[in-house]
């Protein structure tokens, strides 16, 4: 379990940086974007860090109340998470 849990939340929160780049690029570009229900579901999985640090980096989402909101409580949720995982 101490293996795995650094390998899984390294590859979702790379998965949700690289995420959240792509949707500013998309935004910019006026392609089609990711909807914001998938991107918190990815969050919710994990991606909180990788993509609240694209959030701040890319100046992606940070107006969005539901973003700005909901990233510390992932953060904290996961924390919480990983902190039980280890000591039981």
């Not at 390998?7 to 089609?32: E, H, P, Q, T």
């Not at 909180?48 to 510390?72: E, N, V, Y």
Request: hydrophobic content about 50%; glycine content about 8%; some cysteine.
């Amino acid at each position: 379990m101490q293996t795995l849990l650094p390998l899984y939340y390294g590859f979702i929160s790379l998965l949700g940086f690289s995420l959240c780049g792509y949707d500013k690029m998309a935004a910019v570009r006026n392609r089609r974007r990711i909807p914001e229900r998938r991107l918190l579901a990815l969050c919710a999985l994990g991606a909180c860090l990788g993509f609240g640090a694209g959030m701040l980096l890319f100046r992606h989402k940070i107006r969005k109340k539901r973003f700005t909101l909901s990233m510390p409580l992932f953060i904290m949720l996961h924390l919480i998470l990983v902190w039980i995982l280890l000591k039981y």
